[in-house]
């Protein structure tokens, strides 16, 4: 059991360049999660689906597209990055929201650069 | 105005010591809350949770204690190991009734160093 798998793990990128990060999860759940990490700032809720074929903006979600086409995977797109998304970025599913499932399992993450 | 933020940046403690690490949140309508652990290069991990309507609840070698009266949350953690070295994040789960889902808030963390 994998839980949460981030791909890939580090990744530099030149301003205006494009890039996907891929989430899987395999333990079946019903929420993911992407979220941005920055120095001092806690964890900043991107984007996240209630489900497969859905999506839904979080705090920040400029500059930044997602998509869920199977369950099991969520998947964030830049489609012109910029210096201010240099960050580690998080993604997480947990099994359903309310009655006690509200954990999140996290992957190890995704260390990215904007030059 | 809606934040989680804790007391302390950083906090030292030896080894076999107990730690105490605090937290505060603003929201009165959050209805559960969370503790992850985060170690160096990887992804905060579930410790310990809480709901709203509890003021303790334990695990192995953790405490999460919860005073709704002055919004206040702390992580005890006994006899502190090399190994409980990492950032302590608190959540707070917060209902949003008008879109009928919920949004979990998270502190900005606090460092736990342990020496020996």
Same mark, same amino acid.
């Given at each position: 059991?994998?839980?949460?798998?981030?791909?890939?793990?580090?990744?530099?990128?030149?301003?205006? *360049?494009?890039?996907?990060? #891929?989430?899987? *999860?395999?333990?079946?759940?019903?929420?993911? +999660?992407?979220?941005?990490?920055? &120095? @001092?700032? $806690?964890?900043?809720?991107?984007?996240?689906?209630?489900?497969? @074929?859905?999506?839904? =903006?979080?705090?920040? &979600?400029?500059?930044?597209?997602?998509?869920?086409?199977?369950?099991?995977?969520?998947?964030?797109? #830049?489609?012109?990055?910029? &210096?201010?998304?240099?960050?580690? +970025?998080?993604?997480?599913?947990?099994?359903?929201?309310?009655?006690?499932?509200?954990?999140?399992?996290?992957?190890?993450?995704?260390?990215?650069?904007?030059? | 105005?809606?934040?989680? $933020?804790?007391? #302390?940046?950083?906090?030292?403690?030896?080894? @076999? %010591?107990?730690?105490?690490?605090?937290?505060?949140?603003?929201?009165?309508?959050?209805? +559960?809350?969370?503790?992850?652990?985060?170690?160096?290069?990887? @992804? &905060?991990?579930?410790?310990?949770?809480?709901?709203?309507?509890?003021?303790?609840?334990? $695990?192995?070698?953790?405490?999460?204690?919860?005073? =709704?009266?002055?919004?206040?949350?702390?992580?005890?953690?006994?006899?502190? *190991?090399?190994? %409980?070295?990492?950032?302590?994040?608190?959540?707070?789960?917060?209902?949003?009734?008008?879109?009928?889902?919920? =949004?979990?808030?998270?502190?900005?963390?606090?460092?736990? *160093?342990?020496?020996?």
């Amino acid at each position: 059991n994998a839980g949460v798998t981030q791909t890939p793990k580090f990744r530099v990128l030149k301003t205006g *360049q494009s890039m996907t990060l #891929l989430c899987a *999860q395999d333990m079946n759940h019903e929420y993911m +999660y992407w979220y941005r990490q920055d &120095p @001092g700032m $806690g964890l900043r809720l991107i984007h996240y689906s209630v489900g497969e @074929g859905t999506t839904a =903006k979080g705090e920040v &979600p400029d500059g930044y597209n997602v998509s869920r086409l199977k369950k099991q995977n969520f998947l964030l797109g #830049l489609e012109s990055a910029a &210096p201010s998304q240099t960050s580690v +970025y998080f993604c997480a599913s947990s099994l359903r929201r309310g009655t006690g499932n509200e954990k999140l399992f996290f992957g190890s993450g995704t260390q990215l650069s904007v030059l | 105005g809606e934040s989680v $933020g804790l007391h #302390l940046p950083t906090l030292s403690v030896q080894e @076999g %010591d107990n730690s105490i690490i605090n937290c505060a949140y603003s929201n009165s309508a959050s209805d +559960y809350f969370i503790w992850y652990k985060q170690e160096s290069g990887k @992804g &905060p991990q579930f410790i310990i949770d809480i709901r709203s309507n509890m003021d303790k609840r334990q $695990g192995q070698r953790v405490t999460v204690l919860l005073n =709704k009266t002055v919004k206040h949350l702390s992580l005890q953690i006994a006899a502190t *190991q090399p190994g %409980d070295s990492a950032v302590y994040f608190c959540a707070e789960n917060m209902r949003m009734e008008s879109y009928n889902t919920d =949004k979990l808030i998270f502190g900005t963390g606090t460092r736990l *160093q342990v020496f020996p």
